[in-house]
C-alpha cells in the first residue's frame, strides 16, 4: 500500500506579489526549489499562516536569488503582498520507502534570501514484536 507523506517543505516564505491576472501558480526563486528539491510544474499546498486559508497549485520557477513568491492567477485572492506561508510537497511512499524518508524541510527568513535546509528524524519506529 502506497500513502501520501511530507515530500519538502518551505517554512514561512514570504509573498512577494500577487497577480490575479496571470493564469495560474506559484512563482517561487529558483534557489528556494533547489534547496526543497522541488521542480517546476510540480504540485504543492499552501498553508497561509497570516490569513488561515489553504489552496493547491503548481510551482513556476522565479529568478534566482531574488526572493520572489508570487501568487498567480486565483491564488492572488488567498495570498497577498507581506503574508507568511508554506508550502509543502508530499509523495506516495511504499513501507520500505517509508523507512528510509526524509523529508526536505527549508526554514526562510525575513527576505526570502536567507534560508537553511534542515535535517528530519525519521519519525516512525517499529517496535520488535
Not at 506559484?26 to 489552496?55: C, H, M, S
Not at 508554506?86 to 524541510?105: F, N, Q, S
Amino acid at each position: 500500500m502506497r500513502r501520501p507523506f511530507l515530500l519538502a517543505k518551505v517554512h514561512r516564505v514570504i509573498v512577494t506579489e500577487a497577480d490575479l491576472d496571470y493564469e495560474g501558480s506559484l512563482t517561487l526563486d529558483e534557489d528556494l526549489l533547489d534547496a526543497a528539491g522541488l521542480l517546476p510544474f510540480q504540485k504543492v499546498e499552501i498553508y497561509n499562516v497570516t490569513r488561515g486559508t489553504r489552496l493547491s497549485t503548481y510551482l513556476i520557477a522565479g529568478p534566482r536569488g531574488g526572493g520572489d513568491c508570487c501568487a498567480n492567477g486565483a491564488a492572488a485572492h488567498l495570498c497577498r503582498p507581506g503574508d507568511r506561508v508554506i508550502l509543502a510537497a508530499y509523495a506516495d511512499l511504499d513501507d520500505e520507502e517509508v523507512a528510509r524518508h526524509r523529508p526536505r524541510i527549508v526554514l526562510v527568513g525575513e527576505d526570502n534570501r536567507d534560508w537553511r535546509v534542515v535535517g528530519t528524524e525519521t519519525p516512525f519506529r517499529r517496535s520488535a514484536g
